[in-house]
């Protein structure tokens, strides 16, 4: 039986040290050993890029459907163009489409255009360039050809039957265009969550709230939305709760009628934090609420009847880091993603970076190449405040809990912020 | 004045020639020479991602609008803390939010919550970790600090009236953020293209078409679809013309309502062609209609009063890698962005892959990892009816014209066709 990283810490050692903080490695698979996949439900073929199948796509006929010319050119029989310059009589004129109507004799040819069917009798195609006109009813052929040139083997893309695309399989445009094929208008792919997303704190400002100078925007609501956005899901924004115990409460209780609750500030140790307690009167079971990395240490996580719980930090940069490393990696879980990490590359560091602490620290870099090489440099100031650094950054440059500092020019793993490319691994060495 | 590699073939060359076999470094400059930005429009913050900005953002207060505490602590005096341990009074409890109503005396401190202001007085915060409780109204201060120590200073993040994004910024999660962060409600966008696709030939079943096993089923205006809606746009999907002059010739004039019109199928030399001439015939002027590339030698573009048209190859394989190279670049291009071609890695080949004719190959591989090294594997058949093999693709291997080969272990260039990855300039060295 695998070991559960979460129940042995909070079943078997009890050990409150641990949950206090845990490494982005043990969190994350905490947090992945909790999820499971959501189910199954018809969407049209309009509606699936990027969902994950559901169900094994089999093919509902050969295809090609016969023998067809793969050019336009002339159906031949490879025996009468041994000797090249061979004039053959044009019987048929045969396009994609039609069926032939004749068989070919020894002499004659039938013209034919790209996916047209190949004549009985004909056992090659040559390609409209190698010929030349004689006139309406003779055609030089100028090369010889082997049998089979050019013709496309009937079922040479996929036989009748044949599972062509397994469950488990992300929709990409290829795929897309592979379930046209088989004419699936309609298939079975993993439902998308419910995802609910509330900020906390009576310093925030909503993005319709009359300006006042003495508080802070919501941003994390907005970045967060838009990081769910970028996999593919709306989530809703319930938007800010007060520093109110009462108010709290009924916002977390709205919360958790979701699969995926964002809760952003309040998981901290002050006193006014009253988010963790709150979440468990009600019923959240918490995993952890501290990981050893920077930003973003103050990050919980906890598991409710319905509802996976999140519990980012109120900083816009640490929250952003966080779900990149925890929420990211699960949504595209339980959506029945295999791939759930971002991918990473290798780069030169462009300057030194120091490391004084021992936490993991994930630092904003922008990429560029010299050469073949990818180079990798910090967004300048780093402090979890500065959310420009992120609305910057290309990648999140991961230094190891362990490491003493980077030098300029050595080699660092960078995983990529933009995109939808996921790798099966996590990478970054934690 | 810069070299328009279009009119040069078009005005001066009247090369039938080039026209008929640009490389795809031309027909790309070719393209992107001949498009312009659509406008601006104003879009709500929840539906702009991936969209580009059309106008510089600028900050509307400072932020933090005052000093304010990086941690949860006790603003203090730093010279009250010169030796450690010193036992200072809490004179007030301030958390974010609220504003200081009491100004720091000698042996003084206050309570304070992380992006809660700095009391008058304060110069310093220590966090709540290095301090230990006297009493209610007491508390030892374990650590000496500097002052400063803690504190985010006022407009740290931003300055009052200072762009904060430059217009042509691709809008990210965190640049959602920013704007949230400026109380940018609605921001002014370009406008997404309205884009048409139209497939054509006598031989294609439509998705609700019944089956006919004589028939092939219309992949491409789903692959189309699917590639145009992983650019975030959504497009209408005309249908498919017939090989009748006059029908050809309704869709076309309906495609050339649109913005960008995509018409697959029919542009190759075979007498049943009809899509060239019917578009010259409706007034598009075309830029070229073949293009040394394999798969997609036949691939056209033109331009027409109020469109861009793209024709495309009828087999799904080269429609879809045509789009990869001239669409999607067009695309991006018109929707502000300045990032228009698919980003590249290195790759170590996997085995050898021949090369026999003159075109710049596109080869489907599938990519992994040795180690640091990504290791490229093309996907078996490249037949180009082979959708199986773009479906599975996870890059195009570029083998440049003049290649005689590749043997396995060499180093290649690929373009990654996942992900919404794209890079300034064209990668591959055609």
Redesign the interface.
């Known amino acids: 039986m695998r070991v559960l990283v979460c129940d042995q810490i909070v079943g078997d050692k009890k050990d409150e040290d641990a949950m206090d903080g845990l490494t982005v490695a043990a969190a994350q698979q905490c947090v992945i050993e909790a999820m499971k996949k959501l189910g199954a439900e018809a969407v049209p073929?309009?509606q699936v890029?990027g969902r994950v199948l559901a169900e094994d796509i089999r093919a509902?006929?050969d295809?090609?459907?016969?023998d067809v010319s793969?050019m336009?050119g002339f159906a031949i029989r490879s025996a009468d163009v041994a000797n090249a310059s061979a004039v053959l009589e044009v019987i048929e004129?045969i396009?994609?489409?039609?069926?032939p109507r004749k068989m070919l004799g020894v002499g004659q040819c039938a013209?034919i255009?790209?996916?047209?069917?190949v004549p009985q009798g004909a056992d090659a195609v040559v390609r409209?360039e190698d010929t030349a006109v004689v006139d309406d009813a003779q055609v030089r052929i100028q090369v010889a050809v082997r049998p089979r040139n050019d013709i496309?083997d009937r079922g040479?893309?996929?036989r009748n039957g044949e599972v062509?695309?397994n469950a488990g399989t992300e929709?990409?445009?290829?795929?897309?265009?592979?379930?046209?094929?088989?004419?699936a208008?309609e298939v079975q792919v993993y439902r998308l969550p419910r995802v609910a997303i509330l900020s906390t704190?009576?310093?925030?400002?909503g993005?319709?709230d009359p300006?006042d100078?003495?508080?802070?925007?919501?941003?994390?609501?907005?970045?967060l939305?838009?990081?769910v956005?970028?996999l593919g899901i709306t989530p809703d924004l319930l938007g800010i709760a007060r520093?109110e115990p009462e108010h709290l409460k009924q916002m977390l209780q709205r919360g958790l009628q979701y699969d995926v609750l964002l809760v952003s500030g309040g998981t901290?140790?002050?006193?006014?934090d009253y988010v963790r307690p709150t979440l468990e009167a009600l019923g959240v079971q918490m995993k952890f609420w501290r990981v050893t990395m920077k930003p973003g240490h103050p990050m919980a996580f906890g598991v409710a009847p319905l509802t996976w719980v999140f519990g980012l930090p109120?900083?816009?940069v640490s929250s952003?880091v966080c779900f990149e490393e925890f929420v990211s990696p699960a949504l595209r879980c339980i959506t029945g993603h295999s791939k759930l990490f971002r991918?990473t590359?290798?780069a030169k560091l462009a300057r030194d970076v120091k490391h004084k602490h021992s936490r993991t620290e994930f630092v904003r870099v922008l990429l560029s190449k010299e050469g073949?090489v990818l180079v990798a440099m910090p967004t300048g100031d780093q402090?979890?405040?500065?959310?420009?650094s992120?609305?910057?950054?290309e990648g999140l440059l991961v230094i190891p809990s362990s490491s003493k500092g980077i030098a300029a020019g050595e080699?660092v793993t960078v995983q990529?912020?933009?995109?939808?490319?996921f790798q099966a691994e996590a990478g970054g060495g934690y």
Chains 1, 2 share one sequence.
Do not use: W
Not at 63 to 66: D, E, I, L
Not at 171 to 183: F, N, Q, R, Y
Not at 201 to 205: A, Q, V, Y
Not at 268 to 272: F, R, T
């Open positions: 073929l309009s890029l509902n006929r295809q090609p459907p016969y793969a336009d004129d396009k994609a489409g039609d069926m013209r255009m790209t996916g047209a069917p409209v496309r040479e893309s996929m062509v695309l929709i990409t445009p290829g795929v897309v265009g592979m379930l046209a094929m088989v004419k208008a704190g009576d310093e925030l400002e993005l319709d300006f100078a003495n508080k802070i925007p919501d941003a994390n609501s907005y970045a939305m838009a990081q956005q970028a520093d901290s140790v002050g006193v006014h109120g900083n816009p952003m991918s590359v290798t073949d402090g979890s405040g500065i959310l420009r992120m609305a910057m950054a080699q990529l912020l933009s995109g939808t490319e």
